[in-house]
């Protein structure tokens, strides 16, 4: 498993995705039905009808990286979008617990703290 920082965001895709796509074919949904940048280094999720295949594609700094996981049974439990909702966002946690074959949906998520890495910290300076 790849280890991401925390500041890599994870996108699923609702729906079905043809699994015969590849690097371009993947790289084109991200652009235009998710809308985002392929080569941010995000993570980006894709499966195919019957949920039993599924697809990641990642950008780590020197090329695209795509790999894929087929189920021999079951199936993944693919969350549900909201209304108009062209991606769905996974925490790091949530994204290890879909691989690992649990129902997001029966699951219930706690008030918790997590600092944003948006937040600067509050008197980091400039030591050098």
Known sequence: MFGFGPATRIYLAPGATDMRK??????????????????????????????????????????????????????FRWPEPGDGEAKIVLTHEELAMLLGGIDLAQTRRRRWYRKSSDEALPNARNTA
């Open 22 to 75: 590849g690097f371009e074919g993947l790289y084109g949904l991200v652009r235009d039905r998710l809308q985002c940048e392929p080569l941010s280094g995000h993570v980006f999720l894709f499966s195919n009808a019957r949920r039993n295949r599924l697809k990641l594609m990642v950008f780590d700094g020197s090329g695209l990286w795509v790999c894929s996981k087929r189920l021999e049974r079951g199936c």
